[in-house]
């Protein structure tokens, strides 16, 4: 059978999404093809017409497509309807079933170079509290940590974040200031913002003077590989996870769910990493 992938969104034109799919599909020996389906808003529903006339078997949902895909959907998987968001859809005879694959292809990407990171006695601090921070919350909740805290520019916008209810985890809304003063209590640090990417590569949401050497410091900016951040983390001796595995365990969990197959990716992170560098 050929598989027929692929995204919407807009706009989608430099989406890593049909390289990573392709290394997927070839990995797999399967046949099939990755395409992007990029429009506007007033053409969304034509492209999804369209996308039911060639019965395609799955594609991914971008940018600023991931809510209002809900209304062409004909079932919801219940922690894609809890963050109110879907990534992923699958055709299943016919019918059109969505998820969302953020928040578990983030912690698939962490334990596979941290196997023994996450336990309830771990400590997370997020930073940030918009879209990508919830998926990722409710991921790392599902793993049983022992606390998440938030914090974020906008408290406000973190005790939103809290107010959804999207899991039982020991949880405070921080001030960056706080978090950088209690920094050493964290295990686990992951930045969801986009601060940091290029082009303002200098820019960095937190300071790290008082970080645990053993903690782990994650970035879901992945243009540049490295950021400021990151290399932060770095210089004063903690280990660092790179937000361009996210992005490959994304995309391997949406495969997964296409097509069946759980692929060992690990070796596809160096690769990916020499496609952004443009090697
Ligand atoms: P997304 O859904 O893509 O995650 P979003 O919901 O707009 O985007 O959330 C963006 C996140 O980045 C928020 O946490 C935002 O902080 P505020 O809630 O305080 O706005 C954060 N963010 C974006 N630009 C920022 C900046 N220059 N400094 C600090 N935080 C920033």
Do not use: C
Not at 16 to 39: C, M, N, R, T, V
């Amino acid at each position: 059978m050929l598989y027929k992938l692929g995204l919407i969104g807009h706009p989608i034109s430099h989406s890593l999404s049909p390289w990573i799919h392709q290394q997927f599909l070839d990995l797999a020996e399967l046949d099939g093809e990755y395409k992007l389906y990029e429009g506007e808003h007033e053409a969304l529903p034509g492209v999804l017409k369209h996308l039911k006339e060639i019965g395609i078997d799955g594609f991914n949902v971008t940018v600023p497509y991931k809510q209002i895909i809900v209304d062409y959907l004909d079932e919801i998987d219940k922690d894609a309807e809890i963050l109110r968001a879907v990534n992923t859809v699958v055709n299943i005879d016919g019918k059109w079933k969505g998820y969302s694959t953020d928040g578990e292809g983030y912690v698939r990407s962490l334990k596979e170079p941290y196997p023994n990171l996450l336990n309830h006695e771990t400590t997370v601090l997020l930073l940030g509290a918009g879209g990508a921070t919830r998926g990722i919350y409710r991921a790392l909740m599902g793993q049983g940590v022992a606390t998440i805290d938030i914090a974020n520019r906008s408290q406000d916008k973190a005790k939103d974040l809290l107010s959804l209810r999207l899991g039982d985890v020991n949880s405070n809304v921080l001030s960056y200031q706080e978090a950088e003063q209690q920094l050493a209590k964290y295990d686990l640090i992951v930045q969801t913002t986009s601060v940091g990417m290029k082009p303002n590569v200098e820019d960095q949401v937190i300071q790290l003077d008082h970080i645990n050497k053993d903690a782990v410091v994650s970035d879901i900016v992945y243009q540049p590989i490295t950021t400021q951040l990151l290399h932060d983390a770095s210089e004063r001796g903690a280990n660092i996870h790179h937000g361009h595995a996210m992005l490959l365990y994304q995309g391997q969990l949406a495969f997964e769910k296409w097509t069946g197959k759980n692929l060992d990716v690990a070796h596809l992170v160096d690769k990916l990493e020499n496609k952004l560098r443009g090697e």
